[in-house]
């Protein structure tokens, strides 16, 4: 509990520009990893309703196949299995792969392009001792 009599000290915290980078670009790579698992989730969410023989007149099925159908990046009718369920299985889940591939390289170059060096996120670092 303060005296009565001891002067009041204000502590001011200063915010330079790094640090309004580091959180724009922090921000920035979280939006896009998770634009990119919503839409790799959509993707897996479709090809369990397909291998599982889910209603396929089901609003949720329906929902989700629309969806999809809209973010396999062009990869519809890439391998032509002589089953309908390995081909959903084959295009979109080879879909859902790449978009975790292209979320996890955009935000790595990101990172790279605009962040100095000590506030890159370190996957790895070799240290080694001097004697």
């Not at 396929?56 to 999809?68: L, P």
């Not at 973010?71 to 889940?93: Q, R």
């Amino acid at each position: 509990m303060p005296r009565v009599n001891e002067p009041v000290v204000e502590e001011v915290v200063e915010h330079d520009d790094t640090y309004r980078k580091v959180r724009t670009v922090h921000t920035v790579c979280a939006v896009i990893d998770v634009v990119c698992w919503v839409f790799a989730i959509v993707l897996f969410v479709h090809i369990f309703l397909v291998m599982a023989d889910a209603n396929a007149g089901n609003g949720f099925f329906q929902f989700v196949a629309g969806w999809a159908s809209g973010i396999t990046l062009g990869l519809d009718g890439l391998f032509t299995p002589a089953s309908p369920k390995a081909a959903v299985l084959l295009n979109e889940g080879l879909a859902a792969l790449l978009w975790l591939v292209i979320g996890a390289l955009l935000t790595n170059l990101i990172t790279r392009l605009a962040l100095p060096v000590d506030h890159r996120r370190a996957w790895y670092r070799r240290t080694t001792a001097v004697r």
